[in-house]
């Protein structure tokens, strides 16, 4: 899968679109929102609104961890999640519905620009990485909803 594929990523979105407030997760602890604001916050650094240096736990596990999350399979339920991007209290879920969509176009829009950036636990890069990270992640959630 491919979010530079025109009908891929369009099927993604619609997938994001058929979210509800109130979908029942499959497993792991946080809700829809929670989980968008989630995806959201893994997002900033290809969107282009941040930038980090590649955590030490990364720089140990990360080459294990990237084939399975730039593979295009799915990832298994209850994958564990870096503790900065662990989603507590409530979250306004249309707002983060809607940024989530807005960030998955930027980071479509900025396909030239993700090779070579890093990533905080794979570390660096390349654009077709990026995009099997980026699909592999969303997918996992949204399969994590029943979506």
Same mark, same amino acid.
């Given at each position: ?11 993604? =979105?619609?997938? %994001? ?27 900033? %650094?290809?969107?282009?609104?941040? &930038? ?17 999350? %730039?593979?295009?399979? @799915?990832?298994?339920?209850?994958? @564990?999640?870096?503790?900065?991007? $662990? ?16 960030? =998955?176009? &930027? ?10 950036? $890093?990533?905080?636990? =794979?570390?660096?890069? &390349? ?6 990270? %980026?699909? &592999? ?11």
């Amino acid at each position: 899968m491919s979010l530079f594929d025109t009908q891929k990523f369009s099927e993604l =979105l619609t997938r %994001i679109d058929n979210l509800q407030p109130d979908a029942q997760r499959q497993w792991g602890k946080m809700d829809a929102a929670q989980m968008l604001a989630h995806c959201n916050a893994t997002l900033a %650094i290809p969107a282009g609104e941040a &930038t980090g240096k590649q955590m030490f736990m990364g720089k140990v596990l990360g080459p294990f961890f990237k084939k399975v999350m %730039i593979g295009g399979k @799915p990832l298994k339920p209850n994958s @564990p999640t870096a503790p900065n991007y $662990i989603m507590t209290g409530e979250k306004d879920f249309a707002q983060e519905k809607e940024r989530l969509v807005a960030l =998955l176009k &930027t980071v479509v829009a900025r396909k030239d620009k993700l090779n070579g950036s $890093i990533h905080l636990f =794979l570390g660096k890069l &390349t654009t077709e990485e990026w995009d099997g990270a %980026i699909y &592999t992640h969303t997918n996992h959630h949204l399969r994590q909803f029943g979506v």
